[in-house]
């Protein structure tokens, strides 16, 4: 289908195509320099001493729960209002998940009150997830992990290039874990990145990244070592210098994209503010990425009937997200839990296109088509 506004587009050019021809001329694919180049750049991007770029988001929320020794028996408090990977990465373990519920309509961030409840005496771990871009509560969930001796992880997949009290996001917490997934703000088909600033931490993610070997191809190859041992039982969640390549183009454009994303959302503001919609995140603190634009529709109308009529109208949108726990594998493992207002927002949320080279007239052009849907009287 060719939509007239997609919810999201890629911000690709020459410096893209350029960046991968480059690599294909080095011959050097995997573990080189290039990756390394980005891991520097994006580490002292969002303030962090240590980053390793890693496949996807998924496998870098594998690595911090591994890292941080999260293992069976173990409890770990998740948002259900996230994708499903945040929550998977911590069964992989054998840990166990518990929901906690977002603060409400105007912020769809995880409640600090909620994670405080979920506390028992297995947990080990916080994942918070900053949704949209838009930081969490981190001051106080960083107050409470130090009172119950819990780490954080970060799930940072919307937030590269956030900040609050201009602390990066991904860098509050233990580890923060990034997506460069292909709708994400930084964007490289699949990868993703693993911040620290623990070194305790970084050794164990380096090892458990390739294999829990202790020399790499690259450093055979340069003739800096001839064996290695294995450590550690590790995994192949690697990214590659292809991937990495596009990754420092994107990075380069990140900040300027980040602003371009602030200003479309200030204006979907401007333009939505007469009408009966809940639009979130109005005075969240901190710089957001301004990754996604949710609006919560009244609560009488129907979701479906408005995102059918946007379709018609050639505007394309999303749901963030189907709450984790109400998935069938999800209910099938922990029976029927209530978050009403995660379960609220998993009802009345749509998304809107957002994405850096909009323009101000196909943002008018969604607004045109919101507004014409909620005249609807079918809607
Ligand atoms: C996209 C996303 C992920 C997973 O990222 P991948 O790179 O696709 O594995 C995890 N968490 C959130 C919140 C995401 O949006």
Same mark, same amino acid.
């Given at each position: 289908?060719?939509?007239?506004?997609?919810?999201?587009?890629?911000?690709?050019?020459?410096?893209?195509a350029d960046?991968?021809?480059?690599?294909?001329?080095?011959?050097?694919l995997t573990m080189g320099e290039i990756t390394q180049d980005f891991e520097r750049a994006f580490a002292e991007m969002h303030g962090a001493k240590y980053a390793f770029g890693v496949a996807n988001a998924t496998v870098a929320l594998h690595l911090a729960c591994l890292a941080l020794e999260i293992q069976p028996g173990d409890e770990v408090i998740v948002p259900s209002l996230s994708f499903v990977a945040t929550s998977n990465a911590v069964l992989y373990t054998g840990a166990?998940?518990?929901?906690?519920d977002i603060l409400g309509l105007e912020n769809l961030t995880v409640d600090p009150e909620e994670i405080r409840q979920k506390i028992t005496s297995r947990t080990k771990a916080i994942i918070v997830m900053h949704y949209g871009g838009y930081p969490c509560q981190m001051e106080e969930i960083t107050r409470i992990a130090r009172e119950y001796n819990l780490v954080i992880i970060e799930d940072a997949a919307h937030a590269p290039g956030a900040s609050l009290n201009g602390k990066p996001l991904g860098i509050w917490g233990d580890i923060g874990c990034f997506s460069f997934f292909s709708n994400k703000n930084l964007s490289t088909g699949e990868g993703g990145m693993v911040i620290t600033n623990r070194e305790d931490l970084a050794e164990k993610i380096?090892?458990?990244?390739?294999h829990g070997m202790t020399t790499l191809t690259y450093d055979r190859?340069?003739?800096h070592a001839f064996s290695y041992d294995v450590l550690s039982l590790g995994y192949n969640y690697r990214i590659d210098e292809i991937h990495s390549a596009l990754g420092i183009a994107q990075l380069q454009k990140l900040s300027r994209n980040n602003a371009l994303r602030r200003q479309w +959302?200030?204006?979907?503001?401007?333009?939505?503010?007469?009408?009966? !919609?809940?639009l979130p995140f109005t $005075? +969240?603190?901190?710089?957001?990425?301004?990754?996604?634009?949710?609006? !919560?529709?009244?609560?009488?109308? $129907?979701?479906?009937?408005?995102?059918?009529?946007?379709?018609?109208?050639?505007?394309?949108t999303s749901i963030h997200y189907p709450p984790i726990h109400s998935f069938s594998y999800y209910r099938e493992k922990y029976g029927h839990l209530s978050l009403p207002r995660t379960e609220m927002v998993g009802l009345r949320e749509v998304t809107l296109p957002l994405y850096p080279t909009m323009g101000e007239e196909k943002v008018k052009t969604v607004v045109q088509a919101v507004r014409k849907a909620l005249q609807n009287a079918e809607i």
């Open positions: 289908m060719e939509w007239r506004v997609p919810l999201a587009d890629l911000d690709y050019g020459p410096e893209e960046a991968v021809l480059n690599v294909l001329k080095r011959k050097w166990n998940v518990r929901f906690a380096r090892l458990l990244r390739s190859h340069r003739g +959302t200030d204006l979907y503001r401007q333009e939505l503010a007469d009408l009966p !919609l809940v $005075s +969240t603190p901190g710089e957001s990425a301004c990754h996604l634009f949710p609006v !919560l529709l009244p609560a009488k109308a $129907s979701r479906e009937r408005f995102m059918q009529f946007m379709r018609e109208q050639g505007v394309q």
